[in-house]
């Protein structure tokens, strides 16, 4: 199995934060896998702050490569709106067709997945399951 973390896990761990044995446990259990759009909002912020280890350690991470149906994150978006979510953005939607696609589970502390779970179902992370 495969667990995706969003950015908001990473930002999460880098500082220390509530999620950082649930995101341990995944490390220590060859879990995490991430995606080109995740290291694209991630690398910038880590690369300018000069800090190379980490940088490489998380190119190193399986990557899932991100092939767009934009037929699919219309319909998505659609969906979404016909939901009642009306802020539900385009990268979003993009990861979770990536994780459809992979078959992966989404790690996020990013309120809006479980809501888009309800009408685009995929597997969320939880870390009650540890």
């Known amino acids: 199995m495969g667990v995706l ?3 908001s896990v990473w930002i999460d761990y880098f500082k220390g934060g509530i999620q950082t044995l649930s995101v341990d446990y995944l490390i220590d259990n ?3 896998v991430t995606n080109e759009l995740i290291l694209a909002e991630l690398l910038p912020y ?3 702050n000069k800090e190379r280890k980490l940088a490489t350690l998380l190119k190193s991470i399986k990557t ?3 092939k767009i149906d934009w037929d699919e994150i219309i ?4 969906v979404c709106l ?3 979510l009306n802020k539900i953005g385009i990268p979003d939607l993009i990861i979770v067709q990536n994780a459809l696609q992979n078959n992966l589970t989404i790690y996020s502390l990013d309120k809006h997945f479980p809501l888009i779970c309800e009408s685009i179902p995929f ?4 870390t009650s399951s540890l």
């Open 75 to 78: 319909r998505f978006q659609v």
């Open 46 to 48: 880590i690369e300018v």
């Open 30 to 32: 060859n879990q995490i």
């Open 123 to 126: 597997n969320i992370y939880e």
């Open 82 to 84: 016909q939901n009642g």
């Open 64 to 66: 899932f490569k991100i």
């Open 5 to 7: 973390l969003d950015t």
